[in-house]
């Protein structure tokens, strides 16, 4: 029996392989979450850089968040990375939720992200 480490580990291989077959030319949205953070990045595995990011770390949200791991916190960070992206040209992406399910946090970040002009 695998253990829950393997479990995880076979769930974003599997979400990384997908990604690969449907992104063509498209960054891909990355989303990281930890018990009090969350973290998105849109990066170009072409080129190998980041175009945009954003995370609950940043100086001047630290201020206006109660706590970076609530949903309210996560759809904040999908609206700035998004808005950022935008600026920088870019208004396609996939969404790489890694070995996460697509539901709470990480489920808020994807939408604040598609209401700020990403299309996923």
Same mark, same amino acid.
């Given at each position: 029996m695998a253990s829950p480490k393997e479990i995880i580990q076979r769930r974003a291989a599997r979400v990384r392989r997908q990604l690969k077959a449907v992104a063509g030319d498209r960054p891909r949205l990355?989303?990281?979450?930890?018990? #009090?953070?969350?973290?998105?990045?849109?990066? *170009?595995? !072409?080129?190998?850089?980041?175009?945009?990011? =954003?995370?609950?770390?940043?100086?001047?949200?630290?201020? #206006?968040?109660?706590?970076?791991?609530?949903? *309210?916190? !996560?759809?904040?960070?999908?609206?700035?990375? =998004?808005e950022r992206a935008v600026k920088a040209g870019i208004k396609e992406v996939v969404f790489d939720r890694g070995a996460y399910i697509y539901h709470g946090r990480v489920k808020a970040l994807a939408e604040a992200a598609r209401e700020a002009g990403l299309s996923f």
């Amino acid at each position: 029996m695998a253990s829950p480490k393997e479990i995880i580990q076979r769930r974003a291989a599997r979400v990384r392989r997908q990604l690969k077959a449907v992104a063509g030319d498209r960054p891909r949205l990355s989303v990281h979450r930890s018990s #009090k953070n969350i973290y998105a990045q849109v990066i *170009d595995d !072409a080129r190998g850089h980041t175009i945009a990011s =954003a995370s609950t770390l940043e100086a001047d949200l630290k201020g #206006k968040l109660k706590t970076g791991a609530d949903s *309210d916190a !996560a759809a904040l960070i999908g609206k700035l990375v =998004a808005e950022r992206a935008v600026k920088a040209g870019i208004k396609e992406v996939v969404f790489d939720r890694g070995a996460y399910i697509y539901h709470g946090r990480v489920k808020a970040l994807a939408e604040a992200a598609r209401e700020a002009g990403l299309s996923f």
